[in-house]
């Protein structure tokens, strides 16, 4: 089965400092999006970000960018000038192959946002 | 407001009784999914409808329904069979089926049997 990996279980930050979230992935697919998801103590899950597997650029929104090796198939999440409501846990998605184009989610990675 | 609702966010039944949680959205998406997520793991998942009257199992469908007659809807029902039904439940919606859509969450309905 096609996996997606977030090897850290659990990191921790400084607030106002910057952190970055580990996510590996195999597809043999060429075009596809990835995506980080958020999901704060309300476990309502939130977008964060989205790269375009075509796309070189990484992607950034706001305090939030991605650091995609298409050739490595890493995703990581970086999470710069840490703020108190970023606590919560974070999962990578991915479309693995032959899936029926669904998305498949990692295990997560707790982010805890030391005051 | 445009969204997805999940009621109730609790649900509490007792083993052997089948029970279906409900999940809607107005944002006029086609396709909606069903997630199951345990304590500290990621989302797994058990359905997904890419249309009306049609739906496709997930990884983890056993013991397990879905129906998909309206656009907006797409209960869940969890049935005796499945061996170990407590967990948190997540429905999402994407406008169209496949990894390239974004896909929007509701707030989750949390379901302990005993």
């Known amino acids: 089965a096609q996996t997606v990996t977030q090897s850290q279980p659990e990191m921790s930050v400084q607030e106002a400092e910057t952190v970055t979230l580990s996510c590996t992935y195999d597809?043999?697919?060429?075009?596809?999006?990835l995506f980080w998801y958020k999901q704060p103590p309300s476990r309502q899950m939130i977008l964060v970000i989205r790269q375009e597997a075509y796309k070189q650029q990484n992607a950034t929104e706001n305090r939030f960018s991605v650091n995609f090796q298409k050739a490595a198939k890493s995703f990581s999440l970086k999470i710069s000038d840490s703020q108190l409501g970023d606590a919560a846990m974070y999962f990578c998605a991915y479309p693995p192959d032959n899936a029926g184009n669904m998305l498949t989610f990692g295990g997560g990675t707790r982010l805890m946002v030391k005051p | 407001d445009g969204g997805i609702t999940q009621s109730p966010k609790y649900l509490f039944r007792k083993e052997g009784q089948n029970v279906t949680l409900s999940c809607e959205q107005n944002?006029?998406?086609?396709?909606m999914y069903w997630y199951r997520q345990d304590p500290g793991q990621g989302l797994r998942l058990i359905y997904y409808?890419?249309?009306?009257?049609?739906?496709q199992k997930g990884d983890i469908a056993e013991g397990y329904s879905v129906s998909r007659e309206k656009k907006e809807s797409f209960p869940l029902t969890v049935t005796s069979a499945q061996k170990n039904p407590t967990a948190f439940y997540l429905c999402a919606s994407s406008i169209g089926a496949g990894s390239l859509y974004e896909q929007y969450f509701g707030p989750g309905t949390r379901l302990t049997v005993t």
């Open positions: 597809t043999s697919e060429s075009d596809y999006y």
């Open positions: 944002l006029n998406h086609d396709a």
């Open positions: 409808s890419q249309i009306v009257n049609d739906f």
